[in-house]
């Protein structure tokens, strides 16, 4: 079982940035993928960035491709998005998951966080 908490989510305007972060405290979270999703009220939860158990294999949305950026620190057992230049459509609940493949389906993941709010205003 591994445990994941969000933090960094709040409320900032548009064009500014964001760093969110997905903690774990078990060591064996650093053999596994991580994923970033997020799910907006009245939308299905959708994938944002993946990075494989090294950080050397990364994945973003279009959506977000040249904004975001997601890394991984496993001597800490954390791994980042960075979000820049956000919109107010990037409004959501965002979710750090972690799992064995590297995907961009949320069915491919097995631990999931609480999720953390990110609400961009205009």
């Known amino acids: 079982q591994v445990q994941l908490v969000e933090s960094g989510g709040g409320l900032v305007q548009a064009g500014g940035s964001l760093r969110l972060s997905c903690a774990a405290s078990e060591r064996t979270f650093r053999s596994y993928t991580v994923g970033w999703f997020r799910q907006a009220p009245g939308k299905e939860r959708e994938f944002v960035a993946v990075t494989n158990w090294s950080g050397s294999t990364t994945t973003t949305a279009d959506s977000v491709k040249g904004r975001f950026t997601i890394s991984r620190d496993n001597a800490k057992n954390t791994v980042y998005l960075q979000m820049n230049s956000l919109k107010p459509e990037d409004t959501a609940i965002y979710y750090c998951?972690?799992?064995?493949?590297?995907?961009?389906?949320?069915?491919?993941?097995?631990?999931w966080g609480q999720g953390t709010q990110v609400t961009v205003s205009s």
């Open positions: 998951a972690c799992g064995a493949r590297l995907g961009i389906s949320q069915y491919e993941y097995n631990y």
